[in-house]
């Protein structure tokens, strides 16, 4: 993008204090959120925008209001004014940041708190299928050694339950549905809620981190960082309803803030979890390992990125080794049993369905798109987290774009990681500039 875009952007982004870029990302959310009460044919995503609806309405009275609030002080210019109602936390980044996350509260996880209850209550149209995945993935490690069924015993289920019996994700998933495996069927057994905290935990961790680092100029950045993650409704939606995306999403924002501040150790460890349960992480473990080869952070960031993945396919390949290729391998890539429902109308599944040899071209179109990235990140490795986080964005957005079965709520993944590269940046510079001030004992604390 040229200098001049990046104006136009930074200069809607900030009119009005922000505030007017806020409003409009509630106004939307609240227009999404009611036509998805309305119309949506999936009734998890009914449930959720009945109640978020009112979330994002009630963010959007409390947006105009914060910009009144700002606009009287402004005017009044006065000790007991502005700089008092700031330090309150009443408007600023600080009111903003606030305001965001009570408005997940509500759209996210107060949606995902009521479909649990009413799913535990005996509702069978209160979780997506894969929070069913999931959980049976929970009962078969804990009973069984390992959450895969084999190609056999999925051709033994009723043609009708077979799409079920796969569980297309890494092993490290099935440990959120080990609480329902063990405790049974409770609301607060319900895969999401473990998604909900494992999700919260990262989040909370990574603004810490990077507030701690950009504050207070980096500050503006870290707000749109959090509602990247969190408010937008393919995110807020995903969680509710499904959410093993967002906890892999949240792990790796994680693992980039840990890298923003010097702590490659503990990125190696929070990457390393999110590849441990989903295919999603492996390209930010990939364009990670690049930055700390490149750096001279391999022997900290290596055994974590690696070793946890490793470790996690371990106990699936010494009880069934094939039962974990039948499942993470062949079916995603259409060679199994049945076929995945993940056909968002993208250009790859377009392709795939409309041109002769259509799933060869795709493949090629993504194999070469693999290899431009690869090439580029050869050449010129990244140096800072902001540029990984922009490689690893516009990697998984051709990656999507260009895969013959993707879902639409993938798209999570890049906008999530590309907004989140302003944060990073601040927090990186500024973070170097301190270690160079001080002795690096004292600031790279951690692993």
């Known amino acids: 993008m040229t200098n001049g875009g990046n104006r136009l952007l930074t200069r809607v982004d900030r009119a009005g204090g922000g505030y007017l870029a806020d409003l409009a990302l509630y ?53 007991r004014g502005g700089p008092r109602l700031t330090a309150y936390g009443l408007i600023g980044n600080a009111g903003r940041a606030a305001l965001t996350w009570l408005v997940w509260v509500g759209a996210a996880l107060v949606p995902l708190i009521v479909e649990a209850v009413q799913r535990a209550g005996g509702r069978i149209d209160r979780a997506q299928e894969e929070v069913l995945v999931v959980e049976r993935m929970g009962e078969r490690l804990l009973h069984d050694g390992t959450p895969y069924l084999g190609r056999e015993a999925i051709a033994a289920l009723p043609v009708d ?9 890494q092993p490290g998933m099935a440990f959120f549905g080990l609480p329902r495996a063990i405790a049974g069927d409770f609301w607060w057994t319900d895969a999401r809620v473990w998604f909900a905290a494992v999700t919260a935990a990262a989040l909370a961790t990574a603004v810490l981190l990077l507030r701690r680092a950009a504050r207070p100029a980096g500050s503006w950045a870290v707000v749109r960082a959090i509602q990247a993650v969190t408010v937008l409704p393919i995110c807020a939606l995903t969680l509710a309803t499904g959410g093993d995306d967002i906890p ?38 990939a364009v990670l390992v690049v930055l700390a080869l490149a750096t001279g952070n391999g022997r900290r960031l290596l055994p974590g990125a690696l070793g946890l993945p490793i470790l996690a396919l ?25 076929t995945s429902p993940a056909q968002s109308p993208f250009p790859g599944y377009l392709i795939a369905q409309n041109v002769p040899a259509g799933r060869l071209v795709a493949a090629a179109l993504l194999v070469a798109a693999a290899v431009i990235i690869t090439v580029r990140i050869v050449r010129r490795p990244p140096r800072s987290s902001a540029t990984a986080a922009m490689i690893i964005g516009w990697g998984l957005l051709a990656a999507i774009l260009l895969m013959p079965t993707t879902r639409f709520g993938y798209l999570l993944y890049p906008i999530a990681f590309l907004i989140w590269a302003g944060a990073l940046r601040t927090a990186e510079v500024l973070a170097l500039s301190n270690h160079t001030a001080t002795s690096a004992p004292k600031y790279d604390r951690g692993l």
């Open 161 to 169: 339950e077979r799409l079920m019996g796969y569980s297309p994700y």
């Open 314 to 338: 371990i106990p699936p390949f010494l009880v069934n080794g094939d039962a974990f290729v039948e499942n993470v391998v062949r079916f995603p890539l259409g060679h199994g049993l049945v």
């Open 27 to 79: 106004v939307l959310s609240a227009a999404f959120a009611l036509i998805t009460a309305r119309t949506s044919t999936l009734l998890p995503h009914r449930a959720w925008g009945e109640i978020a609806v009112w979330a994002y309405a009630g963010a959007v009275v409390l947006v105009v209001c914060q910009f009144a609030t700002r606009r009287a002080a402004s005017i009044a210019d006065s000790p």
């Open 248 to 285: 892999v999403l949240a792990l790796c924002l994680l693992a980039l803030a840990f890298v923003a501040t010097n702590r490659h150790g503990w990125a190696g460890l929070a990457v390393g979890a999110a590849a441990a349960c989903k295919l999603f992480a492996f390209p930010v473990v």
